[in-house]
């Protein structure tokens, strides 16, 4: 089963839209990290949010804790913004301190000119 | 930002041979990670370190062991390369300080098993 369920799965829009990116989480999590990447490439940590709303330039991540979600909302997306963006959720380590991150598979997005 | 290297960045073995992929951090952090990357999975965690000295089993650890030899280092050792280990590998690290979970990762290393 997957843990974490990232919405939707695909996305393509126009130059300068808006998009926004849903993940679900099966079981209780304390903090989500949202990540980019470009096929077959780094993931860059794009936000580190542990809850309520946090944002960095045009991204602005939401994350309700006890409702198990996280959304991130890309505002007048570029060209750029094109590839993978992965959400994981925090878990810990049970008997043991650290954590491991739990990832969805992603949602694809598409900007075109 | 944590700098996370990782060598090689592409690598070809045959079944049955021994593969190290090698993973260094720069920042200082006590924790280390092992992930692969499949379609269809996400990532997924190997193995992971707490600190030199330790290293400990993640959610997929059969076929692989690691090694931290340092505070800086972390390997991930596959003795007996299958085909079904053809993946991207990615290590990571991260402070692991209550509170602060967040991690960074390197680049990646594309092994492929014949």
């Known amino acids: 089963e997957q843990q974490v369920q990232q919405s939707p799965a695909s996305l393509v829009l126009q130059e300068a839209e808006n998009a926004e990116l849903q993940c679900s989480f099966s079981i209780f999590t304390n903090q989500v990290q949202w990540f980019y990447q470009r096929p077959g490439g780094r993931l860059v940590s794009l936000l580190y949010?542990?809850?309520g709303t946090k944002q960095s330039g045009r991204l602005t991540s939401t994350t309700v804790i006890k409702e198990r979600r996280s959304s991130l909302h890309i505002s007048s997306s570029q060209i750029t913004d094109s590839g993978t963006y992965l959400c994981?959720?925090?878990?810990?380590?049970?008997?043991?301190?650290?954590?491991?991150?739990?990832f969805g598979i992603g949602t694809l997005l598409s900007v075109k000119p | 930002e944590a700098a996370v290297t990782q060598s090689p960045r592409n690598k070809v073995a045959v079944t049955g041979g021994k593969v190290t992929l090698s993973c260094n951090q720069t920042?200082?952090?006590?924790?280390m990670y092992w992930y692969r990357q499949d379609t269809g999975h996400g990532l997924r965690l190997i193995h992971y370190s707490y600190g030199a000295g330790s290293t400990e089993k993640g959610d997929i650890p059969d076929g692989y062991k690691a090694s931290r030899p340092s505070q800086e280092n972390f390997s991930l050792i596959l003795e007996l390369a299958t085909p079904s280990q053809t993946s991207v590998y990615f290590c990571?690290?991260?402070?692991?300080?209550?509170?602060?979970?967040?991690?960074?990762f390197g680049p990646g290393t594309r092994l492929t098993v014949l």
């Open positions: 990571a690290s991260g402070e692991g300080q209550t509170g602060d979970y967040e991690q960074y």
């Open positions: 949010n542990p809850s």
């Open positions: 920042n200082n952090h006590n924790n």
């Open positions: 994981a959720m925090d878990r810990p380590f049970y008997g043991s301190s650290g954590n491991k991150l739990i």
